[in-house]
């Protein structure tokens, strides 16, 4: 049976978690073999969240890494990626999808790129191998949507995290009817990073107002916002709102935003991730008009 070891990717947890989904519905697709020691690098150890065991510690896997991590300051060390890919890896079995205009579509995605295929078929029409991924640009939107289901129970956070989930949200549930997770993500100077731009509290602040005033199924008194940010900030800037500081962790927040009725903040792999996870909507921020009543058709009271 062949096997597929995810080493490396861009990114903190809502990337990985969208790579790793995307490597591990290929494999489920395949029947192969997936490990994942890209969760277990230095400062990006998030196996600790989950369920699933982390692998053994391997030496040249380590080595490879921090060559990668290298190459990624200094470009010039690419040269030596297939040498030291023979030399650490044991061979060089080695895919790589580190270009954002050449995304490398797994099955069971449709891809037609010529190389690609041609890797694939490679994977394929071997037995008992090794292969060895890296980059954050796999795409398999397909096969997510196939393997949800084995994908949301991979990547369930253990008890501990999942009970601190449930405390926070239960006496919310219990108060309010409506559970709106708000996931913003911040510059250093405090204002709301997005696609490139960066906008105020106030103008945030305008877009929650709209979609209260749009509200036809629930009255403003029901709602609340859970607001989750990656940077502290002053809740005071939401104070005509109903609102609850998330719990506070990368992963409480995060699961606790998939706990809501759906999610309104930044276009962003956290939230995005938080809504595949609970199945809800995510309402990404805009400065433009946004069209509440098309998003909020399936909310119900």
């Known amino acids: 049976m062949n096997k597929i070891i995810i080493i490396n990717s861009t990114g903190q947890l809502g990337n990985k978690l969208w790579l790793n989904s995307s490597v591990y519905a290929y494999c489920l697709e395949k029947n192969y073999i997936c490990e994942n020691y890209d969760f277990n690098r230095p400062n990006h150890e998030y196996s600790k969240y989950f369920n699933f065991a982390a692998p053994k510690l391997n030496l040249n896997i380590l080595l490879f890494q921090k060559y990668l991590k290298l190459q990624t300051k200094y470009p010039a ?5 297939k040498a030291l890919a023979f ?3 044991g061979g060089v079995e080695l895919v ?13 995605d449709d891809n037609k790129d010529a190389e690609q295929l041609s890797t694939l078929e490679k994977i394929e029409n071997s037995s008992d191998k090794t292969f060895y991924f890296s980059g954050f640009f796999f795409s398999n939107s397909v096969g997510i949507k196939k393997y949800r289901e084995e994908i949301a129970d991979l990547f369930k956070p253990k008890k501990q995290y999942l009970e601190e989930v449930n405390d926070f949200l239960k006496p919310l549930r219990d108060k309010y009817k409506l559970l709106v997770g708000v996931h913003m993500r911040l510059e250093e100077n405090q204002k709301i990073f997005e696609s490139g731009h960066v906008y105020t509290f106030e103008e945030f602040r305008r877009v929650l107002e709209d979609f ?10 029901d709602v609340v916002f859970i607001l989750c940010s990656d940077l502290k900030f002053d809740p005071k800037e939401f104070k005509d709102f109903n609102t609850v500081p998330g719990p506070g962790g990368i992963i409480t927040d995060l699961y606790s935003l998939a706990g809501c009725d759906l999610i309104i903040g930044s276009n962003s792999t956290y939230g995005a991730w938080a809504s595949f996870y609970g199945g809800i909507p995510h309402i990404r ?7 509440w009543s098309d998003k909020l058709a399936d909310l119900k009271k």
């Open 87 to 89: 030399l650490f890896l």
């Open 212 to 221: 209260l005033n749009s509200l036809k199924q629930f009255a403003k008194e």
């Open 96 to 108: 790589e999808a580190e270009q954002p205009d050449r995304i490398f579509y797994l099955p069971p």
């Open 77 to 81: 060390l690419k040269i030596l990626k």
């Open 285 to 291: 921020f805009s400065t433009e008009k946004i069209n």
